[in-house]
């Protein structure tokens, strides 16, 4: 005698969040994450000061647009409000920066395409 008895019930039951939300709630939540980041180059420029971080030229309110914010990991969404990854660069130490990255990816990165005998 062998008893293959099973006294399961299946009672799932899908989950209801019960929040149901709206595009207006939806598009207005990411516009309040949009705006301060906006607003960053303000903020770093008041944390860091008017000054370029490579080649200490500085700045004043006449020649400020001179003076760039650069990431410093590269990631334009990463603003934490402290400044840690910002980096007052004037328009010509960001260029040099940027072409520098470009060229290390391009010099590190492909290489060997199309050039085998
Ligand atoms: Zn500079
Ligand atoms: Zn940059």
Redesign the pocket.
């Known amino acids: 005698m062998s008893r293959t008895y099973g006294g399961r019930r299946k009672s799932r039951r899908p989950k209801k969040t019960g929040e149901s939300k709206t595009v207006d709630e939806i598009v207005r939540e990411l516009r309040k994450n949009i705006s301060p980041a906006s607003n960053y180059r303000e903020r770093s420029l008041s944390i860091h000061g008017l000054i ?1 971080a ?4 500085e700045f004043n309110n006449n020649n400020r647009h001179l003076l760039t914010v650069h990431h410093k990991d590269g990631n334009h969404r990463n603003n934490p409000p402290d400044g840690s990854n910002w980096e007052n ?2 328009v ?2 960001h260029e040099d920066e940027h072409s520098r990255e470009l060229l290390g990816d391009y010099l590190s990165g492909k290489e060997g395409d199309g050039t085998s005998p």
């Open positions: 370029c490579k080649c200490g030229r660069l004037c010509y130490c």
